[in-house]
Protein backbone atom coordinates (compact mmCIF):
# COMPACT_ATOMS: atom_id res chain seq x y z
CA UNK A 1 0.00 0.00 0.00
CA UNK A 2 0.76 3.66 -0.35
CA UNK A 3 0.10 6.28 1.76
CA UNK A 4 0.42 9.85 1.65
CA UNK A 5 0.07 12.33 4.98
CA UNK A 6 -0.64 15.88 4.52
CA UNK A 7 -0.17 18.62 6.95
CA UNK A 8 0.24 22.73 7.23
CA UNK A 9 -3.31 23.71 6.24
CA UNK A 10 -5.11 26.35 8.44
CA UNK A 11 -6.81 29.96 8.92
CA UNK A 12 -4.80 32.56 7.62
CA UNK A 13 -5.40 36.40 6.35
CA UNK A 14 -5.36 37.74 3.13
CA UNK A 15 -1.98 38.52 2.33
CA UNK A 16 -0.08 36.01 4.68
CA UNK A 17 1.77 32.39 4.20
CA UNK A 18 1.25 29.30 5.16
CA UNK A 19 3.28 25.84 3.91
CA UNK A 20 1.90 22.58 2.80
CA UNK A 21 3.63 19.13 3.40
CA UNK A 22 2.78 15.96 2.17
CA UNK A 23 5.01 12.77 3.28
CA UNK A 24 4.55 9.22 1.36
CA UNK A 25 5.28 5.85 2.35
CA UNK A 26 4.81 2.41 1.80
CA UNK A 27 6.34 -0.15 -0.75
CA UNK A 28 7.24 2.33 -3.40
CA UNK A 29 10.00 1.82 -5.88
CA UNK A 30 9.84 5.29 -7.13
CA UNK A 31 7.88 8.28 -7.89
CA UNK A 32 7.68 9.83 -11.03
CA UNK A 33 5.20 12.98 -9.95
CA UNK A 34 4.11 14.69 -6.60
CA UNK A 35 1.80 17.53 -7.08
CA UNK A 36 -1.16 19.39 -5.24
CA UNK A 37 -4.81 19.75 -6.03
CA UNK A 38 -7.36 22.23 -4.75
CA UNK A 39 -10.83 21.61 -4.51
CA UNK A 40 -13.14 24.22 -3.56
CA UNK A 41 -16.87 24.09 -2.95
CA UNK A 42 -19.69 23.88 -5.60
CA UNK A 43 -16.07 23.55 -7.98
CA UNK A 44 -13.95 20.64 -9.67
CA UNK A 45 -10.46 19.40 -8.45
CA UNK A 46 -8.09 21.19 -10.23
CA UNK A 47 -3.93 21.12 -10.59
CA UNK A 48 -1.93 23.90 -8.13
CA UNK A 49 1.35 22.46 -8.96
CA UNK A 50 3.02 19.66 -9.58
CA UNK A 51 6.83 18.70 -9.49
CA UNK A 52 8.50 15.12 -11.53
CA UNK A 53 10.95 13.51 -10.39
CA UNK A 54 13.51 15.54 -12.30
CA UNK A 55 12.15 18.81 -10.71
CA UNK A 56 10.50 19.87 -13.61
CA UNK A 57 7.55 22.09 -11.86
CA UNK A 58 4.36 23.06 -13.34
CA UNK A 59 1.56 25.91 -11.89
CA UNK A 60 -1.42 26.40 -12.40
CA UNK A 61 -1.84 30.05 -13.86
CA UNK A 62 -3.74 31.60 -10.62
CA UNK A 63 -0.78 30.59 -8.28
CA UNK A 64 2.63 31.50 -10.33
CA UNK A 65 4.74 33.58 -8.60
CA UNK A 66 2.84 33.28 -5.66
CA UNK A 67 3.45 29.25 -4.39
CA UNK A 68 6.12 27.12 -5.21
CA UNK A 69 6.10 23.46 -4.96
CA UNK A 70 9.45 21.71 -3.81
CA UNK A 71 10.91 17.98 -3.15
CA UNK A 72 12.38 17.87 0.33
CA UNK A 73 13.76 14.54 -0.54
CA UNK A 74 12.09 11.57 -2.99
CA UNK A 75 8.70 10.99 -0.98
CA UNK A 76 7.95 14.23 0.38
CA UNK A 77 7.13 17.76 -0.98
CA UNK A 78 6.03 20.91 0.22
CA UNK A 79 3.64 23.55 -1.44
CA UNK A 80 5.12 27.48 -0.18
CA UNK A 81 1.80 29.99 -0.76
CA UNK A 82 2.22 33.38 -0.31
CA UNK A 83 0.37 36.37 -0.96
CA UNK A 84 -2.98 33.92 -0.15
CA UNK A 85 -6.24 35.90 -1.76
CA UNK A 86 -9.77 34.55 -0.39
CA UNK A 87 -9.89 32.28 -3.62
CA UNK A 88 -7.38 30.35 -2.58
CA UNK A 89 -9.29 28.66 0.12
CA UNK A 90 -10.07 24.98 -1.16
CA UNK A 91 -9.42 21.37 0.43
CA UNK A 92 -5.95 21.05 -0.44
CA UNK A 93 -5.00 17.43 -1.62
CA UNK A 94 -1.51 16.24 -2.33
CA UNK A 95 -1.20 13.29 -5.24
CA UNK A 96 1.44 10.86 -6.51
CA UNK A 97 2.31 8.46 -9.09
CA UNK A 98 4.87 5.97 -9.46
CA UNK A 99 5.78 2.22 -9.39
CA UNK A 100 4.99 0.23 -6.45
CA UNK A 101 6.85 -3.20 -5.90
CA UNK A 102 6.52 -5.61 -8.56
CA UNK A 103 6.40 -2.73 -11.29
CA UNK A 104 2.56 -2.25 -10.56
CA UNK A 105 1.39 1.76 -10.67
CA UNK A 106 0.39 3.76 -8.31
CA UNK A 107 -2.01 7.38 -8.45
CA UNK A 108 -2.60 7.98 -5.10
CA UNK A 109 -4.24 10.67 -2.65
CA UNK A 110 -3.78 12.29 0.47
CA UNK A 111 -7.18 13.12 2.35
CA UNK A 112 -6.31 16.38 2.19
CA UNK A 113 -6.05 19.74 4.12
CA UNK A 114 -8.60 23.05 4.64
CA UNK A 115 -7.05 25.61 3.70
CA UNK A 116 -9.17 29.35 4.30
CA UNK A 117 -8.14 32.56 4.09
CA UNK A 118 -10.15 35.26 4.87
CA UNK A 119 -10.40 38.76 3.41
Known amino acids: QVQLVESGGGLVQAGGSLRLSCATSGNIVSINTMGWYRQAPGSQRELVAD??????TNYADSVKGRFSISRVNPRTVTLQMNSLKPEDTAVYYC??????????????WGQGTQVTVSS
Open 51 to 56: ITRGGS
Open 95 to 108: NAKGVRFYGNPFDN
